[in-house]
Protein backbone atom coordinates (compact mmCIF):
# COMPACT_ATOMS: atom_id res chain seq x y z
CA UNK A 1 0.00 0.00 0.00
CA UNK A 2 1.51 3.46 -1.28
CA UNK A 3 1.64 6.40 1.56
CA UNK A 4 -1.34 8.56 1.12
CA UNK A 5 0.41 11.62 0.81
CA UNK A 6 2.71 10.61 -1.72
CA UNK A 7 -0.11 9.40 -3.76
CA UNK A 8 -1.46 12.84 -2.91
CA UNK A 9 1.43 14.66 -4.10
CA UNK A 10 1.46 13.11 -7.58
CA UNK A 11 -2.46 13.53 -8.04
CA UNK A 12 -1.44 17.29 -7.05
CA UNK A 13 1.43 17.22 -9.93
CA UNK A 14 -1.11 15.45 -12.66
CA UNK A 15 -3.48 18.57 -12.00
CA UNK A 16 -1.16 20.90 -12.49
CA UNK A 17 0.66 19.84 -15.12
CA UNK A 18 -3.13 19.45 -16.87
CA UNK A 19 -4.05 23.16 -16.04
CA UNK A 20 -0.71 23.99 -17.34
CA UNK A 21 -1.82 21.96 -20.65
CA UNK A 22 -5.18 24.18 -19.88
CA UNK A 23 -3.22 27.70 -20.89
CA UNK A 24 -3.26 28.36 -16.53
CA UNK A 25 0.16 29.76 -15.32
CA UNK A 26 1.06 28.04 -11.54
CA UNK A 27 1.29 30.18 -9.36
CA UNK A 28 1.24 27.86 -6.19
CA UNK A 29 1.38 24.41 -4.68
CA UNK A 30 0.31 23.41 -1.44
CA UNK A 31 0.42 26.94 0.15
CA UNK A 32 -1.06 26.63 3.78
CA UNK A 33 -1.24 29.12 6.69
CA UNK A 34 -3.41 28.26 10.54
CA UNK A 35 -6.64 27.78 8.30
CA UNK A 36 -5.89 25.21 6.17
CA UNK A 37 -4.29 24.04 2.71
CA UNK A 38 -4.50 25.10 -0.74
CA UNK A 39 -2.89 22.46 -2.93
CA UNK A 40 -2.75 24.49 -6.33
CA UNK A 41 -3.01 28.23 -7.56
CA UNK A 42 -3.20 28.93 -10.52
CA UNK A 43 -4.43 31.61 -13.12
CA UNK A 44 -5.17 32.68 -16.49
CA UNK A 45 -6.73 35.83 -18.09
CA UNK A 46 -9.78 35.65 -16.32
CA UNK A 47 -9.24 34.08 -13.11
CA UNK A 48 -7.34 32.88 -10.19
CA UNK A 49 -8.30 29.64 -9.29
CA UNK A 50 -8.12 27.86 -6.02
CA UNK A 51 -8.14 24.16 -6.72
CA UNK A 52 -8.67 21.17 -4.42
CA UNK A 53 -7.03 18.07 -5.77
CA UNK A 54 -8.89 14.83 -4.76
CA UNK A 55 -6.84 11.37 -5.79
CA UNK A 56 -8.83 8.39 -5.81
CA UNK A 57 -7.80 4.94 -7.42
CA UNK A 58 -11.39 4.77 -9.16
CA UNK A 59 -15.32 6.36 -8.09
CA UNK A 60 -16.69 2.52 -7.09
CA UNK A 61 -17.04 3.84 -3.40
CA UNK A 62 -17.69 7.51 -4.56
CA UNK A 63 -17.15 10.43 -6.68
CA UNK A 64 -13.69 12.18 -5.72
CA UNK A 65 -15.69 15.69 -5.11
CA UNK A 66 -17.70 14.52 -2.55
CA UNK A 67 -15.15 14.23 -0.01
CA UNK A 68 -14.60 18.36 -0.57
CA UNK A 69 -17.28 19.19 2.56
CA UNK A 70 -18.80 21.90 3.57
CA UNK A 71 -16.16 22.68 6.05
CA UNK A 72 -13.28 22.16 3.80
CA UNK A 73 -14.43 24.31 1.51
CA UNK A 74 -14.87 26.78 4.12
CA UNK A 75 -11.12 26.36 5.48
CA UNK A 76 -10.18 26.51 1.24
CA UNK A 77 -11.98 30.22 1.28
CA UNK A 78 -10.44 31.18 4.31
CA UNK A 79 -7.07 30.29 3.27
CA UNK A 80 -7.80 31.69 0.07
CA UNK A 81 -8.50 34.89 1.50
CA UNK A 82 -5.49 35.06 3.12
CA UNK A 83 -2.96 34.15 0.20
CA UNK A 84 -5.08 37.35 -1.94
CA UNK A 85 -4.27 40.05 0.87
CA UNK A 86 -1.10 39.08 0.18
CA UNK A 87 -1.23 38.45 -3.92
CA UNK A 88 -3.56 41.39 -4.75
CA UNK A 89 -5.01 40.77 -8.25
CA UNK A 90 -7.70 41.81 -10.36
CA UNK A 91 -8.58 38.79 -11.36
CA UNK A 92 -12.03 36.99 -10.13
CA UNK A 93 -11.21 34.14 -7.86
CA UNK A 94 -12.89 30.57 -8.27
CA UNK A 95 -12.60 27.85 -6.40
CA UNK A 96 -12.24 24.35 -8.74
CA UNK A 97 -12.25 20.93 -8.10
CA UNK A 98 -9.92 18.39 -9.88
CA UNK A 99 -10.44 14.87 -9.93
CA UNK A 100 -7.52 12.15 -10.44
CA UNK A 101 -8.47 8.92 -11.06
CA UNK A 102 -5.91 6.26 -11.29
CA UNK A 103 -3.80 4.05 -9.30
CA UNK A 104 -0.49 5.52 -7.25
CA UNK A 105 -1.78 8.86 -8.81
CA UNK A 106 -0.85 8.15 -12.02
CA UNK A 107 -3.60 10.05 -13.40
CA UNK A 108 -5.84 7.61 -15.77
CA UNK A 109 -8.29 10.40 -16.26
CA UNK A 110 -8.95 13.75 -14.71
CA UNK A 111 -12.03 15.87 -14.45
CA UNK A 112 -11.96 19.17 -14.02
CA UNK A 113 -14.73 20.99 -12.25
CA UNK A 114 -14.28 24.44 -12.38
CA UNK A 115 -16.66 27.12 -9.95
CA UNK A 116 -17.21 23.55 -7.81
CA UNK A 117 -18.18 26.16 -4.74
Same mark, same amino acid.
Given at each position: ?????? +?? &? &???A????????????? /????????????? /? #???????V?? %?? /??????????????? /? +?????????? +? %????????? +?????R????? #?Y??????? &?????????
Amino acid at each position: MENKKL +TG &R &RGEAAAADFLKSEGYRI /VGMNYSCRFGEID /V #IAENREYVVF %AE /VKTRKNAEFAEAREF /V +TAAKQRRIAA +T %AQLWLQSNP +TEKQPRFDVIE #IYGAHGAAK &RINHIENAF
